[in-house]
């Protein structure tokens, strides 16, 4: 199974071009789409959801032109929106049962054991009487991801599902989502590095519409040794560093000094150390050569 998109472009009625001539290709498995917000990840999410059409381009999954088969992908699709609505006062396991009902699995008891097994998959069985309209933030995802599983999908496209979660809420997401990723392609949009860090086999990092790198996080983060360098300095300084040399990022010590870290081919100066690269840099890399 592969996604193949091809010179996608689409620009708003205000102007604003949200994909520029975007090229992409995902396999099977855990997809990491990482970028800022504004980025244009919800953009091109929407466009392969067929919720809105490109400009132009081509979009092709398992053998479906999408944009001319529109109800062909639909119906191997799992969508999960950054928002997705408003609950009834109903338990998830009936709201599931109406769902399957929608999605066309007429037999009862082949709805009773889908209903369980995505209840189960998303964490959600021992809670499946409580109504979702009650549920935690996290839990309301893990039924958006419970209900995209009913038609068993072979596409999965999750956008920016984690922003908002606490940290121990966002931990269970993330394992439902490694555990469906080992069957499905998931395409998931995030503007949180440390989610794709997680989870992802393979990444982009999309801004401005244009996709600046794709990779494995490994590879990715691999390709940098050498080129990482940091250094301890006082806030008062920080702006000249900003100018002399190529900063990525900058953290606060607990003495309210910063480690700055900065990208060079070479050791800018004997002031610097060598940094181990984190993912995080290759996302601020990527971002600031774009600029």
Request: hydrophobic share 40%; with cysteine.
């Amino acid at each position: 199974m592969k996604l193949k998109i091809s010179n996608l472009t689409k620009t708003y009625s205000n102007g604003v071009k949200a994909l520029d001539n975007l090229n992409l290709e995902i396999g099977s498995g855990m997809f990491g789409l990482l970028g800022p917000n504004g980025a244009g990840k919800s953009s091109l999410m929407r466009t392969i959801a067929t919720l809105q059409k490109p400009d132009s381009g081509t979009i092709e999954f398992d053998g479906i032109n999408v944009l001319d088969n529109q109800m062909d992908l639909r119906k191997v699709l799992g969508y999960l929106p950054q928002e997705f609505g408003v609950y009834p006062n109903m338990s998830a396991e009936n709201l599931l049962d109406y769902f399957a009902r929608l999605k066309g699995i007429a037999s009862t008891a082949e709805r009773k054991a889908i209903v369980k097994s995505v209840l189960e998959v998303t964490n959600l069985y021992d809670v499946r009487t409580k109504n979702v309209s009650g549920y935690s933030g996290g839990m309301k995802q893990r039924f958006g991801i419970a209900q995209l599983l009913l038609n068993n999908p072979k596409l999965i496209i999750v956008d920016e599902p984690t922003a908002g979660l606490d940290p121990a809420e966002r931990h269970r997401f993330l394992n439902v989502l490694r555990e469906i990723g080992t069957n499905h392609t998931v395409i998931f949009s995030t503007h949180i590095v440390d989610d794709v860090k997680e989870l992802c086999h393979e990444m982009a990092i999309l801004n401005g519409g244009k996709i600046l790198n794709q990779s494995t996080p490994k590879a990715a983060t691999e390709a940098l040794k050498g080129q990482i360098w940091t250094k301890v300095v006082e806030r008062e300084a920080l702006e000249q560093h900003e100018k002399e040399f190529n900063l990525i990022s900058s953290n606060y010590n607990q003495d309210n000094t910063l480690n700055i870290r900065v990208f060079s081919i070479e050791k800018p100066n004997d002031s610097f150390v060598e940094a181990l690269p984190q993912l995080e840099d290759v996302y601020f890399v990527a971002l600031k050569s774009d600029q």
